[in-house]
Structures are given as C-alpha cells and as structure tokens.
C-alpha cells in the first residue's frame, strides 16, 4: 500500500523552513527519505527505523510516529540546492520498499 | 568504490521490439531493485532480487517483463514486444542487505522511449 505524501508541493524562499509529511495505513518497519532533481536519481536522505534508529545526513532532520505510523522530514533555512522532489519510502518488513507519490520543493532567491 | 551502473542510459525501440536494461550493482551488493518512473510520477516498485533468485516481483506486469540477477554479470529488466505504455525512466538500485534497514543506492536509469 503506497504511503501518502503531503504538501504535494512546496514553494519558499531562501532560508524559509519547510516539513513534509508522510503516513501509512499499516504498521511500518521503517520510513526512508530520499530527494530527486529532475532528471537525476534519487539521492538517500535518511532512514527512520521502528524503535528510534536513525541514519542520515547531519543537516536532515526527520521524525517516526510509530502510533500514528507517520514521519516528518524538517527542512530549516532551506537553500536553493534543497529543490526537487522528496519522496518517502515505507518498508512493512525488512523487504521491500514502496514509495510515495512525492512532494515537489521549490527553493527561490 | 564506483556507484551502481546502468546501461545504456538511453534506450529506443519501436512497437514489438525487445528492450534489455542492465543493471551492475555496487560491488559487495547482493540485493538489486528496479523502479519504474513515469514523467512526474513516483517510483514505482517492480521486482526485488537477490543473486540467482527473485524475492518478489509484485511490482511487475505478468506478461512481457521478466528480471534476473545471474551468479556472474549484471542484473537484467527484459521487456519483450514493448508498447508506448513502456516508455518511463527505470531505475535499479543495490543494497548491501535487505532493504529495510538499509540505504539503497539508485543508479543513473536508463529512459526508455517507444516509438
């Protein structure tokens, strides 16, 4: 079952603060975040795993609900090279993945 | 430690032709995914595959696409008689273990296009 993402876009400027959201209608094992530019492959961010683990760049910052099966990835002053399109993966086990359909980030000067 | 490769990166084929993808995996990854994307859409899952064997391949359509990851050489998308409908980036991407608590790499993709 594809997680759902929200905003489905996001427009700031420079140095403005964004979150996106993600949640699951089943219980998760882990939540993945990667960003994609346009034409390019998408690039990890990070992983939340179920319990509290987390793996990731420094200047990423991300939540896991376990409850609520639900994750937030925060973007603070954001810069413009933070543009593209954030996707979250769910994984229920330790297989698979499934992404969302995307969040769109725009960054302007 | 060079990245997960595709080839060809760009790939044409007309109606009912026969569309091969490779996919070489970072070296000591044993656990290949391919993605399907379709213009300003997400990825979409098609099949996981460990050497030698298929995990799962839900994501894929029964008829005219079949993956493998032989013992030696690259991983394989074969999509057999393409129509327009097959047109779409695909990606692979590696992990050194299963995926769920583990980075997966992406490689470059390779653009199919169906004329």
């Known amino acids: 079952q594809q997680p759902v993402q929200s905003p489905q876009a996001v427009i700031l400027r420079e140095g403005e603060d964004a979150v996106i959201n993600c949640s699951s209608s089943k219980a998760l094992y882990s939540v993945h975040w990667y960003r994609q530019k346009h034409g390019e492959a998408p690039v990890f961010l990070m992983i939340?795993?179920?319990?509290?683990e987390q793996k990731g760049h420094e200047k990423i910052s991300a939540s896991f609900n376990e409850k609520k099966q639900q994750s937030s990835l925060y973007l603070t002053a954001s810069q413009l090279s933070y543009s593209g399109t954030y996707f979250c993966g769910t994984a229920y086990n330790t297989d698979k993945l499934i992404f969302g359909t995307g969040t769109r980030l725009q960054v302007f000067p | 430690n060079a990245g997960v490769m595709q080839n060809p990166r760009h790939l044409v084929r007309r109606r009912g032709q026969e569309a091969r993808l490779r996919c070489s995996p970072m070296?000591?990854?044993?656990?290949v995914y391919w993605y399907r994307q379709l213009p300003e859409e997400g990825l979409k899952f098609m099949v996981y595959?460990?050497?030698?064997?298929?995990?799962?391949e839900s994501g894929m359509p029964k008829e005219r696409f079949s993956a493998e990851f032989p013992k030696e050489g690259p991983s394989i998308l074969r999509i057999q008689q393409v129509v327009r409908g097959d047109s779409a980036a695909y990606f692979c991407a590696s992990s050194p273990h299963p995926p769920g608590g583990f980075e997966q790499f992406f490689g470059p993709g390779t653009r199919l296009t169906v004329l």
């Open positions: 070296k000591g990854h044993s656990h």
């Open positions: 939340l795993l179920k319990g509290g």
């Open positions: 595959l460990q050497k030698e064997n298929i995990i799962d």
